[in-house]
Each structure stands twice: as structure tokens, then as C-alpha cells.
Nanobody, 118 residues
Framework: QVQLVESGGGLVQAGGSLRLSCAAS????????FGWYRQAPGNQRELVAQ???????IYADSVKGRFTISRDEAKNTVYLQMDSLKPEDTAVYFC????????????WGQGTQVTVSS
């Protein structure tokens, strides 16, 4: 099992920045990909950014150039730096950890609220 705890959400004005953190614990050696997803009210959960071991990060088109995902393996922590925030970025952000070879290895954090005011 892998446990994920997100932090760093909050209220920010448009144009501002936030950094989300996701601390992983447990059998993290079984994980080869970490991602950030978000879900706004009435919408489906969508991928924001993902980093897979040995690959370049991928981003949703809506956040390219504004968000950056990074991973500190020594701290078992994944970050999402969010700059130039827009009201449409308002959502609950979820951290995800998975192993692409084993579908059962798919874990979610509890989510953290990000609200961007105009």
C-alpha cells in the first residue's frame, strides 16, 4: 500500500502562485508514476500533470507553461508549482501514484482545494 497526503492548497488571486505538495509513504518502491489531477464541481476528474520514471513530464494543454511538476525522490514528495493562476484553475487537486505495469497499484490522496479569485 501507498499513502498520499497533499498540502499547499488555498485561496489566491488570479495571477498568483501556489505550490502543492504530495508526500508519499509506504511501498513507494512499487510506484513508477506520479500525477496531479483536478476536479471542479460538475466536471470529471482530469489529468493536470504527470511524471513517469525515465520519461519527460506531461501536462494538460490548459496548464502548459504555467504549471511545473517535480519529484524529490529522497523525500518521497511530488510537487506541483502553479503560476499565473486563473479562476478556471479552481478545483480540488488530487495526487495520484501508480505503476503502469500493475493496474492494482493505483493510489489517490484525499485532495486539496485550490480557489482562484478574479
Amino acid at each position: 500500500q501507498v499513502q498520499l497526503v497533499e498540502s499547499g492548497g488555498g485561496l489566491v488571486q488570479a495571477g498568483g502562485s501556489l505550490r502543492l505538495s504530495c508526500a508519499a509513504s509506504g511501498r513507494t518502491s512499487t510506484i513508477n508514476a506520479f500525477g496531479w489531477y483536478r476536479q471542479a464541481p460538475g466536471n470529471q476528474r482530469e489529468l493536470v500533470a504527470q511524471v513517469t520514471t525515465g520519461s519527460v513530464p506531461i501536462y494538460a494543454d490548459s496548464v502548459k507553461g504555467r504549471f511545473t511538476i517535480s519529484r524529490d525522490e529522497a523525500k518521497n514528495t511530488v510537487y506541483l508549482q502553479m503560476d499565473s493562476l486563473k479562476p478556471e484553475d479552481t478545483a480540488v487537486y488530487f495526487c495520484n501514484a501508480r505503476n503502469w505495469l500493475f493496474v492494482d497499484y493505483n493510489y489517490w490522496g484525499q485532495g486539496t482545494q485550490v480557489t482562484v479569485s478574479s
